[in-house]
């Protein structure tokens, strides 16, 4: 929530959304807490925790199920080009289910609130998915898919292939534990 609302701080002659006033991190973590207490540092981390569990879900599931089709099917043989390619299909759905959940998370960290802590513009992430689909459509909910894959794609194809490539060697030395 800190480094959204920091990335989004700009000049007021170019300013667009809610401007909260941090001077650093540390001023942040201060402010938060002397305006919300402990659970203003934790305001929206249940859309963040929903964003993570797809991500993770849809990777790992995805990886495992593109590997066994491709090699099943003859398309991808050498084992490191397998991981390549899985790593790839995984990280292409991991972004297309994360990018509106990213999204949701976003909105949700960055608005304002009141003097209860409640959020300016969404009471929740369901009333965040509403209001966007309302006013912007589901183009709204996948605003930056590009840069979400371009990050979230090699990183996926890297982990995975690395991760493979760990166990052969653990397989080729007999490294069981």
Not at 137 to 145: A, T
Request: charged content about 15%; hydrophobic content about 40%; some cysteine.
């Amino acid at each position: 929530m800190i480094k959204t609302q920091l990335q989004s701080q700009a000049a007021k002659q170019i300013a667009v959304g809610y401007q909260h006033q941090h001077a650093s991190m540390s001023d942040a973590i201060r402010q938060i807490y002397r305006k919300n207490g402990v659970f203003g540092l934790w305001r929206g981390s249940m859309a963040n925790v929903s964003r993570a569990t797809v991500a993770s879900a849809v990777q790992i599931g995805t990886f495992g199920k593109a590997k066994s089709l491709l090699k099943e099917n003859g398309v991808v043989t050498h084992p490191t080009i397998l991981s390549f390619c899985s790593g790839l299909a995984a990280g292409s759905f991991m972004s297309v289910a994360i990018t509106p959940l990213d999204v949701i998370t976003t909105r949700l960290y960055n608005q304002g609130v009141d003097a209860q802590g409640r959020g300016l513009y969404y009471k929740g992430w369901l009333d965040c998915v509403l209001k966007i689909l309302r006013s912007e459509g589901v183009h709204g909910l996948y605003k930056g898919f590009f840069p979400i894959y371009l990050r979230s794609t090699p990183y996926s194809i890297l982990v995975l292939l690395f991760f493979d490539e760990l166990i052969a060697l653990r397989e080729k030395y007999d490294l069981h534990y």
